[in-house]
């Protein structure tokens, strides 16, 4: 064995104060354990080791805290075992995907997670969102369709993983997506917290046709 590509993922979109108990439990079971428990007692000889994580693991967006935080945690974890795994000649690298969407499956039960938050929710819940969880959720399934890449060719995606498998000497971390995707999050990434929320603010209202204020007044 040479290389392990290693990928799991779960996304539910939705903001963290709508999500079930069991929706956050899926995405940190799937996304974070998934990754980790599978590897254990694994590499003990050289080759390499290829996890997968996200975009959203480089900088958060709002919508998607949890899974942002177990793709966060994908890439702590990589960068640890990095190090440790050294010493057998395996090397890890991790390539973090931008939207994919289009291409994959990862959205295909919104309609039935959306469903489960609205029918969690108590009542003063339902009153405070109602009109604003409807459209956002929505938007996010219409709007996702339109932004994210429509082939693979499109994006970086193959040629990213045929670098961490066969390249000579391939990079750590590989930012994989549509070439505004590979430069729009390490941007975010780099900004203070009022230049980001501007950016967000932008993105939900102008991109997203989300205006929040509209809502919470």
């Not at 290829?50 to 900088?59: A, E, T």
């Not at 009109?131 to 082939?151: D, M, P, V, W």
């Not at 193959?158 to 590979?182: F, H, K, M, Q, W």
């Not at 990434?189 to 102008?206: A, E, M, Q, V, W």
Request: with cysteine; aromatic share 14%; hydrophobic share 40%.
């Amino acid at each position: 064995l040479w290389a392990l590509i290693n990928n799991a993922g779960v996304c539910i979109y939705g903001e963290y104060d709508w999500l079930t108990i069991d929706q956050c439990e899926r995405q940190v079971k799937v996304n974070l354990f998934g990754t980790i428990l599978k590897l254990l007692g694994s590499f003990n000889f050289a080759g390499r080791l290829i996890n997968i994580g996200s975009v959203s693991g480089i900088s958060a967006i709002p919508g998607v805290a949890v899974y942002s935080a177990t793709k966060y945690g994908v890439n702590g974890f990589s960068d640890a075992l990095r190090y440790e795994l050294k010493k057998f000649g395996v090397k890890v690298i991790m390539i973090n995907p931008g939207d994919f969407s289009r291409l994959t499956k990862i959205l295909d039960q919104h309609e039935a997670n959306t469903e489960q938050m609205w029918n969690n929710m108590d009542s003063q819940q339902q009153m405070i969102y109602e009109e604003y969880f409807k459209e956002y959720q929505n938007e996010i399934f219409t709007k996702s369709k339109l932004t994210g890449a429509s082939r693979f060719e499109d994006t970086s995606f193959l040629r990213d993983i045929e670098e961490a498998v066969y390249g000579v000497n391939p990079r750590n971390t590989i930012i994989s997506g549509t070439l505004s995707c590979r430069y729009f999050f390490p941007f975010l990434s780099i900004l203070t917290t009022n230049s980001k929320h501007f950016i967000l603010d932008f993105f939900l209202k102008y991109v997203l046709r989300l205006d929040v204020k509209k809502y919470f007044k």
